[in-house]
């Protein structure tokens, strides 16, 4: 065994540390090395969104003190960065196993260091605490959650203070803090009860009340209330307030899923929390299936995600990607501003850069300005806050089913995108149409986008590296072609370089740097490679395009993207 790693191990038994954790650690050394070096193999990583690792003992661990840690390193940050006034913290916290323990006791190290803490009396929504940041005058915010991360996991979420996770320069300044901490001597864990404010009920309604002035159809939903809408939160925060907003929308056959709306971080009734996923949506389409009804809507644990399952064109329940989704809620929130009369050249739009360029299409045949922005709904946030007051923000979204709309949350809201996807239902119903349907006639108007993904996961310090020695073989031998087509343009967002492979020409990118490869092809397909950073994998995202003239070429237009997503699969020896 490494002996670095043994010695920050029998660290861990001795000193300031609980007498239950010196136990287990001890145990460790004896009996289990391999889970030793994967404990204690390094530190957990405070990285841009903060932390996310499984929960146990050790330095590479989610636990009380590396919690702690972290926390006192945002404190001393925020301290630095706001002298001279009353330092005001928001924190919340989802259903996961020791997240309500996580979140008081980051509320106890930031009351010790003479912060006003807003801590919320039970769980809710990462949206919301966006929105709580934003609304208490907080100069920055904390969310405890893992996201849609197996039950093993959970993670802290950091916000600044407009509501939004950490850009440059704060994340790495923060960063650079929270590593200053090496010891748990350094942390003040002393809480100062006085100094830490139970909230709950009174930031809903004013969530609430916010998210109602989303509503742009509220006679179409008059027409339509009865619906058959199904609805799981996934055993996660989305109960507390996803069947209210659509109750207050004016929809009034909501059917929650029982069994998943119990909050439960065993997460009992999914292999895996994540809407993704199409076996976490089994128990909601059995149920929609049940009910004979129009639509179903999964939020992740943290309630900023969410998946949709609508009928296809032979009334079955399919699942919807998160491109697909954006593209009908786009379309719609788009086509009823300017009904409204509320276009006036001053609005926008943000998608990520490895999202359907079809968002890009249906914002330009509105005449509205679109930004392109790295993965991360932080960089979405960002361009919301650079424009305020001189351009107007309508809705973003990434393919990975977050959506925002409207300006006062900075991150992506499930809440509210479940409350506009039920209207966008209702909008398309009382067009004679159903939801598939519309998508159809979407892809008619714009062309027929086929989207992909797949994450190829490495565990461990072994496939941590297998992971960063994949990028370094894209970068040092990038493919020729791919599925017989050559590769025409290379966009390499680490070096911040456009290759045209033609010309020879090269162009800058004007984004920070991020760790992501793009290879366009010269049929039009594009190619994205990203190791995740919350996660240990690295994502392939393929997208593919053809004319669809009609409704009647749907099934064989489909057949053929599918043909050349698989191919392209394959020519990349990923399956």
């Known amino acids: 065994m490494d002996e670095n790693i043994l010695v920050k191990a029998k660290s861990w038994t001795r000193g300031n540390f609980d007498e239950e954790t010196k136990s287990r650690v001890g145990e460790m050394i004896e009996k289990n090395p391999a889970e030793l070096t994967d404990s204690f193999y390094r530190i ?5 969104g903060g932390l996310r690792g499984v929960m146990g003992d050790g330095t590479n661990r989610m636990n009380k003190y590396t919690v702690g840690m972290a926390t006192q390193g945002l404190a001393n940050y925020v301290m630095r960065m706001f ?3 009353q330092h005001k913290m928001a924190i919340a916290h989802d259903s996961r196993n020791n997240s309500r323990y996580f979140a008081q006791i980051t509320a106890e190290v930031l009351s010790a260091n003479g912060f006003k ?6 769980l809710r929504p990462t949206p919301e605490l966006s929105f709580a940041v934003r609304q208490l005058g907080c100069q920055s915010g904390v969310m405890i959650t893992a996201s849609h991360n197996p039950k093993e996991y959970n993670g802290y979420k950091a916000y600044w203070d407009d509501g939004a996770q950490f850009i440059s320069p704060h994340d790495e300044n923060v960063i650079k803090e929270v590593e200053k901490i090496s010891s748990i001597d350094q942390v003040m864990w002393e809480g100062n009860i006085e100094n830490i404010i139970s909230i709950g009920r009174e930031i809903d309604e004013a969530y609430l009340a916010r998210l109602k002035t989303l509503s742009l159809s509220p006679d179409v939903i008059r027409q339509h209330k009865d619906l058959k809408i199904v609805y799981t939160p996934l055993h996660g925060t989305g109960r507390t307030l996803v069947p209210e907003i659509l109750k207050r929308f004016g929809f009034e056959n909501i059917h929650p899923v029982p069994e998943q709306m119990v909050a439960d971080g065993n997460f009992p009734t999914v292999r895996s ?3 993704e996923e199409h076996s976490a949506l089994d128990m909601g389409i059995r149920l929609a299936e049940k009910l004979n009804a129009d639509l179903l809507m999964a939020t992740d644990p943290d309630a900023d995600r969410v998946g949709i399952a609508v009928r296809d064109l032979k009334n079955n329940i399919i699942l919807l990607n998160g491109n697909q989704t954006a593209a009908l809620l786009f379309y719609y ?5 300017k009904e409204l009369g509320k276009l006036n050249g001053k609005q926008f739009i943000v998608k990520t850069i490895v999202t359907s360029e079809l968002l890009r299409d249906i914002a330009v045949s509105f005449n509205l300005k679109y930004y392109d922005v790295l993965t991360g709904f932080k960089y979405i946030a960002d361009i919301i806050r650079k424009t305020e007051g001189s351009e107007e923000f309508i809705i973003g979204g990434e393919e990975s089913y977050g959506y925002l709309a409207g300006n006062f949350v900075r991150d992506k809201d499930a809440v509210g ?6 209207e966008t239902l209702a909008w398309t119903v009382s067009q004679g149409k159903s939801l598939y349907e519309l998508l159809i006639d979407i892809y008619v108007k714009y062309g027929f986008y086929k989207e992909s993904l797949l994450s190829v996961t490495r565990k461990g310090q072994s496939g941590a590296l297998e992971i960063k020695q994949m990028m370094i073989d894209y ?4 493919p020729k072609e791919i599925n017989g087509s050559k590769v025409v343009k290379i966009k390499d967002y680490n070096s911040l370089v456009e290759t045209d492979l033609l010309s020879g020409n090269q162009n800058a990118i004007h984004l920070p740097k991020s760790d992501v490869l793009q290879f366009f092809t010269s049929d039009g397909s594009v190619i ?3 190791p995740s950073g919350t996660e240990p994998k690295i994502k392939f995202y393929f997208g593919v395009r053809e004319t669809l003239p009609g409704r009647s070429a749907f099934e064989e237009t489909e057949k053929k993207l599918n043909e050349k997503l698989q191919g392209i699969i394959s020519s990349l020896n990923l399956k």
Do not use: K, M, Q
């Not at 803490?117 to 039970?122: N, T």
């Not at 995108?417 to 039920?422: K, M």
């Open 44 to 48: 957990l990583e405070f990285g841009t």
């Open 83 to 85: 002298p001279g006034v």
């Open 117 to 122: 803490v807003y801590l919320f009396d039970d």
């Open 273 to 275: 929390p994540n809407p």
């Open 333 to 337: 929130v788009l086509t009823r501003w």
């Open 417 to 422: 995108a479940c409350a506009l996807i039920a």
């Open 475 to 478: 970068r040092g031998n990038p």
């Open 528 to 530: 994205s490679v990203r």
